[in-house]
């Protein structure tokens, strides 16, 4: 299927995260702090809950519903550490981003 627009760079900002949909994947792109853009797993793997509901301070990203910590450059559990969110390859090219969705499905943890 290959990489296919999801936004304009432009509508990403620094230390923001919004939620998009592109074929039937929820996706999550954060604006980094220093301006790199990643795109996860809309869902949090713990109970499900839309992560774009949390609170991210362009480095942590922490779920709304128990607080789970996740590394917003790595998609890496903090709290707890033994789980991750998925993260979909992205492409920034001619002022839009651009992000592949083959083969990435959402991560859980456990309970
Ligand atoms: S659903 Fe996200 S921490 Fe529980």
């Excluded at 954060?30 to 499900?48: E, I, M, S, T």
């Excluded at 774009?52 to 709304?64: S, T």
């Amino acid at each position: 299927m290959g990489f296919r627009t999801l936004c304009a760079v432009d509508d990403v900002w620094e230390g923001e995260m919004t939620e998009h949909e592109l074929d039937g994947h929820e996706i999550l792109l954060v604006g980094l702090a220093g301006g790199d853009v990643k795109a996860y797993q809309a869902r949090c793997p713990h109970q499900d809950v839309r992560l774009v509901e949390g609170e991210f301070n362009g480095r942590r990203l922490i779920c709304r519903a128990h607080r789970w910590e996740f590394d917003a450059c790595t998609g890496r559990g903090l709290n707890p550490d033994d789980c991750r969110l998925a993260e979909y390859p992205i492409r920034i090219e001619a002022g839009q981003v651009m992000v592949e969705t083959e083969d990435v499905w959402p991560l859980y943890g456990h309970t």
